[in-house]
Structures are given as C-alpha cells and as structure tokens.
C-alpha cells in the first residue's frame, strides 16, 4: 500500500503540479524582463509537462518503441511550431 | 455451393457496389464543387451581397453542370450507408436497434444531400435578375445545410461504433479500431455548429476549422469506411465459401 | 523475429525485452487519441496564428482572464490524471477497492473542473465577454468549449470505470479497457496543460 503511494508517479505529479507553480511565476513577469523569454520559457515548460504526462501517466515509456518515437516526436515538433510562432 | 449461398454471393456484389458507391460521391464532389463551381473553399460569409451574386452570374453555367451532376452522385449517400447498416445488422442479435435507428438517420440524412444541389441550381436558374439579397441568403442557406446538419451524422457514426463494440462475431465484423475512429469522427463533426456565431475566422464557415478540417474528415470518413466496408463483406463472402464447403451453411443469415 | 529479440535482449539486457513493452489499452483507443492530437495541434497553431495578427487584443483579452481559475483547474487535472495513474497501479496489485476509489477521486476532480468552468463562463458572461466580443473571446470559448466535451465524455468513462473496477480480477480484457480508459483521461490532461499556457500565461512578446 505504501509503495503504491510512494512512487514514481506521485513523485511526476509533484513535479507536474511544481512546473505548474513555475509557468504560473513565469506568465507573471518573475525571472525574466523580456516577455518574449518568458513566453518561450513557459512553452518549453509545458511541453516538458506534457512529455512527463505521456511517459508516465500514459504509460509510454514501456509502449513499444515505434509509439514512443512518434510521440516524442509530436511533442518536438508541436513545441517547435508553438514556440516559433510565439517569437515570430 | 448450395442455392441459398449463390443467392448470398450475388448479394455480396450488391453490397460491395453499394460501398463502392461512396466512394463515386467524394470524386463528384472534388470535380463538380471543386472544378465546376469553384466553391473549395466557399465564398466568404463576409461578401457583399452584390460580389456575391457576380460570382454566381460568372459561374451559372458551371453550376448549373455541376449540380445536375450531384443531384445523382450526391444520392449515393443513401445507396453508401445501407452498405454499412448490412454490416451492422450482422453485428446484431435479438432487436437490431441501433440497425433501424441507422436505417432512419442515413434516410433522412440523404434530403440534407440533395438539398445543396437543388437549391444553387435554383440560385443559377435566373442570378442576373434576381435580388442580391435573396442570393445571399439561398447561398447561406446552402452552407448552413450542409455543416449545421452535423447532428444526424454524427449520431450515425456513433451508432456505427456502439455497433462493433456490441458485435458478437469472432472475430468481429470491422476492425475495432474502426468504432474508435468513428467516435473520433463524431466528436470532430461538433465544432460545426460554431458557424452561427462568426462570419470570419477559423470557426466561419469558409475557415480552416469549420470548412477545410470538417470536409477532410467527414468525407475522409466515407472514404475509410467505404475500404472497411469492402473488406468486411470479402471476408463475410470468403465465410460462406468455406462454410459450405463444410457443409455448414449460411454464415450471413441473420443471427438469431 | 521472435528469436532474434530474445537473443538481443538477452545479449543486452539493459534494454527492456519486447514483450514487456505493451501498448497501453487497446489498439483502437490511439486511433482517437491520435486524431484529437491532430485536432489540437491545429488548434494549438490557430490560436498564435491569430495572436500575432491582433496582439495588443490577445494581451487585453489574457487580460481579462480570471488566471486563478486557471490555475486551480490545471492542479484539479493533474490531480485526477494522477489519481488514475494511480488506479492503474493499484489495479496491477488486484487492490480493487483502491482502484474504485482512486477513479472515484478522478471523477470528483474532473467534477471539480467542471463546476470551475461554469463559474468563470459565468463571470465572464456577466461582464458581457462573449463568442462574438472579439477574436481572443471567440478562440477562448470555442478552445475551452471543446476541452470541455472531452472532459464530459471522459468523466462518463471514469463513472463507467469507478462500477466496472469494483469487483476486480484485473486480468486480460479487463485490464486493457481500464487502460484504455485511462489513457483517454490522460489526453484530457494533457490537452488542458498545454490550453492553459496559450490561453492564460503567454504574455506580451
């Protein structure tokens, strides 16, 4: 019962809910002048949050290879697009 | 071969032609609304009533063609879905509801079809003496027919998918990917009903989201499922072979 | 191919033998994950699209967003996302009281999430910011709107799940559509996060 709770995926959530917290500062002008960095930071922020969230809580990291290449490279590509049209 | 699965295999072709059908409306419609009319994308709900009836004027020739064309390719909708709801009713024992259910919808879906067609053709009948006014609003009536009647198929799709995941065939008649993708389809299809509230943007109903990413998928969708349709009734055909060649016989009577 | 894997894995045996990776749930499930992601990421390109034609509007409208709210749906979805996560676990160790209770408490978060949402359409109805105010208002109801169908049809499944997990045996057939399951609950969360950040944080550039 305890390692059920103790466990890798508590330990993701409070990382999940911490890089939350970490955007949230960033969308309020904390650590950087430049909103533009900002705004970068926060999108790489959130895709590192959506690639925990794929890999552990849908469990891609034990998927077969094929599945987990295509959507680490959605995730690559998808923060690439967002990030450049943000700067853009 | 025994006589009722001669009778079986004719209908098989049948059936097959029946999906194939489906396929000859998206050609009709990429070479009629596409080439013919010119209304891949449509015109802007934002036109002028004026600049929208000159399009129509320059056209009418063109339009008049390509909607005599989908008045008949367009009516492969109905001839398309019973080549579905056969499959379905395979997959059904007891009452096969969702299979009249499907009967209904694909059935009443086929007016919203012809409709397009019959109404700008009635646009080009006369568009040069006609208010340009009245055109504008025939030509978003057609628009509005064609993505504000989501609804019925959408619930088509759905009933397509709670079909496979009841289907008590080993093994089952479609894929079972087949019903994830037709739930997929039906969520997809929503976003149409946006098109009442905006005149530009991705949600109007010449945008990106509501025109281009809709069209794809919904006749993306009869295009896929035409290909699973045909394969399903080959491999339905390919039983009744090797059944009565085991003297078993009859694997597309209904199941009781 | 079977034998060939087995004399690799067994040459290096730090990497994982293929038939302990398996896909989460069933096939069909990544059909409709996939295409949603489709979906979205066209979204997704849309909406900074549109931001960077109309960006003095998209700043005013970020503007008036109620950014708490945001924030207390975003730590709500990852909790339930977490909860399931959970769940699954549970259901490996055949703890099926804990698996009904950990889906019961996704469900609750998602209820939560819900009950969030109504409020801020509220606000912002009353204050009069509607589909059709402007650009921003239009993507932020219509992108929210369709999140939010997902999250209704997710919390069917999880209600299906929390009755389905009750009586256990988590083997097979049964372990797969719990998965499946799951991983919809998961796409909802993750489509959320990344929502979040356009919709709420991005600021100025």
Known sequence: MKSLWLSRTTLIWTLLVAATLISWELGHGVGFDDARAAGAAILVVTFIKVRFVVLDFMEIRTAPRWMRALLEAWIVLCASILIGLFLS | MDRFSEYLARDVGVAKALAWSGMALVVSLVITQGFLMGFIPPPSPALSAEELAQIFIDRKIGIRIGTLIQCICYSFWGTWAISIVVCMRRMERGIPVLTYASIANAGGAWVFFLLMPITWAMIAFRPETMDPKFIQIMNDYVWFIFILSWPPFAFFMIFIAVAIFRDHNVPTIYPRWVAFFNLWCAVLISPAALIEFVKTGPFAYDGLISFWFIYIVFFGWIMVMSVCTLRALTRAAERVKAETAGNAGGVLRPAT | ?205
């Open chain 3, 1 to 205: 191919m079977s034998e060939e894997a087995a004399a690799i894995s067994s040459a290096a045996p730090s990497v994982a033998p293929s038939e302990t990776r398996h896909v989460p749930g069933e096939g069909g499930i990544w059909v409709l994950i996939g295409g949603d992601l489709v979906l979205f990421s066209v979204l997704f390109i849309v909406f900074l699209t549109m931001r960077a034609e109309q960006l003095p509007l998209f700043e005013q409208g970020r503007a008036q967003l109620n950014q708490g709210w945001g924030l207390v749906n975003t730590l709500l979805m990852l909790s339930s996302s977490w909860f399931v996560a959970t769940a699954i676990r549970a259901a490996r160790l055949q703890l099926a009281g804990v698996v009904a209770r950990c889906f019961g408490a996704a469900l609750a978060c998602g209820a939560g999430f819900v009950v969030v949402k109504f409020f801020e359409y509220g606000e912002k109805i009353s204050a009069g910011l509607t589909l059709t105010t402007n650009d921003f208002f239009m993507l932020y109801f219509i992108y929210t709107g369709i999140h939010l169908i997902h999250v209704t049809i997710g919390m069917g499944v999880l209600t299906f799940l929390v009755s389905y997990s009750r009586s256990g045996g988590f083997t097979g057939d049964k372990m797969r559509n719990l998965e499946s399951g799951a991983s919809f609950w998961h796409l909802v969360d993750l489509l959320w996060i990344v929502l979040f950040a356009l919709l709420y944080l991005l600021g100025g550039a």
